[in-house]
C-alpha cells in the first residue's frame, strides 16, 4: 500500500517589476507568499532553479516584510527588483532581507524603496561610449557580473544599460538590476533614469546617510502553481 503523502501546491504570483510606461517589459519576479511548505534553503533553492526567473522570493512573515531571495543558483542578501515587487504586491512599508531593514514608499504609479549600496554584492560598471554601443553588446562568457551602461542624455541623468550576470546559472542577461542601479547611482551621485533591458525602466535618488533610493513600476502577470 503507498503511504506516500503528496506534496501541497504551492502558488506563486508573478510580477514585472521596473515596467515601462506603457506597462510593458519589467523583471520577471516569483513571489511565493506562504513560504512554509519551503521551510529550508535547499527547497527554496530548488523552486527557484525550476521557476527560472533572474529572482524568486519566499515571504516567511508578511506582516513585518520577512523576505529571503533567491537566483536559480544563490541566495542573495539583498536584490533590488525582489524587494521592490514583493512590497508593491504586499502593501508593505518595509521588507527585511537579510541585509537589513528595507523602508517603502508609495508615489503614483511608482514603488520606491530605500537601500544602501554596501549591501550589494560586486558589480562591474563598464561605461561605452553612446547606447548604440551598449545596444550592440554580445552577451559575455560566463565569470564576472558586468553592467554596461553609457550616458543617453548626460544633463538629464538618462541612462541606457544593459546587465550580465555571468553566473552561468541561465540568466544571461538581467532584464532590469535595482541593485547595479543603486551602485551606479553612488558612483556617479545623482539621480538617474536608466532605460535597461528591451525598455524596462529604473529610476534612482541619493539621499542622506548613504541612502539611496530605488523606484519602478510593477505589474502582476498572473499566478504558477507548482
Not at 524587494?83 to 511608482?110: M, S
Not at 560566463?142 to 553592467?147: A, K, L, T
Request: with cysteine; charged share 25%.
Amino acid at each position: 500500500m503507498n503511504t506516500t503523502v503528496p506534496s501541497a501546491a504551492t502558488d506563486i504570483d508573478v510580477l514585472r517589476v521596473f515596467c515601462a510606461g506603457d506597462g510593458r517589459y519589467g523583471n520577471a519576479l516569483g513571489v511565493v507568499r506562504d513560504a512554509r511548505d519551503h521551510p529550508d534553503e535547499a527547497s527554496r533553492q530548488a523552486l527557484a532553479k525550476e521557476l527560472g526567473f533572474s529572482e524568486t522570493v519566499f515571504v516567511d512573515d508578511p506582516e513585518r516584510g520577512i523576505v529571503d531571495i533567491y537566483t536559480p543558483g544563490l541566495r542573495l542578501p539583498f536584490a533590488g527588483h525582489p524587494l521592490v515587487g514583493a512590497a508593491w504586491l504586499l502593501d508593505l512599508e518595509v521588507v527585511c532581507p537579510p541585509a537589513g531593514e528595507v523602508w517603502v514608499r508609495g508615489d503614483g504609479e511608482f514603488t520606491w524603496i530605500e537601500a544602501r549600496a554596501e549591501w550589494v554584492p560586486p558589480r562591474t560598471l563598464r561605461q561605452y561610449g553612446s547606447a548604440a554601443e551598449v545596444e550592440a553588446l554580445e552577451v559575455p562568457e560566463p565569470g564576472e557580473w558586468i553592467y554596461a551602461w553609457a550616458w543617453e542624455e548626460e544633463a538629464a541623468g538618462r541612462i541606457r544599460a544593459r546587465a550580465f550576470p555571468g553566473r552561468g546559472d541561465g540568466i544571461d542577461e538581467d532584464e532590469a538590476t535595482g541593485a547595479a542601479a543603486l551602485l551606479l547611482t553612488v558612483e556617479l551621485g545623482r539621480a538617474l533614469n536608466i532605460t535597461q533591458g528591451r525598455g524596462s525602466q529604473l529610476l534612482t535618488a541619493p539621499g542622506p546617510d548613504g541612502i539611496v533610493e530605488l523606484g519602478g513600476r510593477v505589474r502582476l502577470e498572473g499566478t504558477l502553481t507548482r
